[in-house]
Antibody
């Protein structure tokens, strides 16, 4: 069965970076884009970007360009999201999700990133 | 960027009620519209894709319609497990923006 398992919660200081992993299993990792979505506490869903695990091609939401990097390691079927220069506004649950066609059909469980001094 | 606007933002209803949530796009998105359900502490779950296609395993009381800029999600007879927050998302162009969500509560 398709599974996306994300790394555990992180606590970071302002100005630091965080790298969240998303381990895929149960399907051909290189066959489907991975998207990243975040959700601040009590807020809605915010799309961040995507990566093509086959080619490594990426696209980022304008809001995050220059501060986020999506990568992947096909040998271990894992995608990564690194966010730099963290502020308290980056405190959120970060989700990875698989893109099937034009919809996000499987989601990771989410990784809570807390930014606090 | 395409803006997605849902209405209402919150809604109270009873078990057995028929409920409709609307989503409007700031420009035409054809049928590149998905609906997700999110329960507290859980990841979103895909309900409807391509505006009206039911995701495998989702009960048939959920349905979607619309094209262009106006879309609806309908729950024909609310069940206790349907009380959650619902989001629309456009996948016509990046960024794949979400609506602000509609919280469905028990009356």
């Amino acid at each position: 069965q398709v599974q996306l398992v994300q790394s555990g919660a992180e606590v970071k200081k302002p100005g630091a970076s965080v790298k969240v992993s998303c381990k895929a299993s149960g399907y051909t990792f290189t066959g489907y884009h991975i998207h990243w979505v975040r959700q601040a506490p009590g807020q809605g869903l915010e799309w961040m970007g995507w990566i093509n695990p086959n080619s490594g091609a990426t696209e980022y939401a304008r809001k995050f360009q220059g501060r986020v990097t999506l990568t992947r390691d096909t040998s271990i079927t894992t995608a990564y999201m690194e966010l730099r220069t963290l502020t308290s506004d980056d405190t959120a649950l970060y989700y990875c999700a698989r893109l099937m066609g034009d919809r996000l059909d499987y989601w990771g469980q989410g990784t809570l990133v807390t930014v606090s001094s | 960027d395409i803006q997605m606007t849902q209405s209402p933002s919150s809604l109270s209803a009873s078990v057995g009620d028929r409920v409709t949530i609307t989503c409007r796009a700031s420009q035409s998105i054809s049928t590149y519209l998905n609906w997700y359900q999110q329960k507290p502490g859980k990841a979103p779950k895909l309900l409807i894709y391509a505006a009206s296609s039911l995701q495998s395993g989702v009960p048939s009381r959920f349905s979607g319609s619309g094209s262009g800029t106006d879309f609806t999600l309908t729950i024909s007879s609310l069940q206790p497990e349907d009380f959650a927050t619902y989001y629309c998302q456009q996948s016509y162009s990046t960024p794949h923006t979400f609506g602000q969500g509609t919280k469905l509560a028990i009356k």
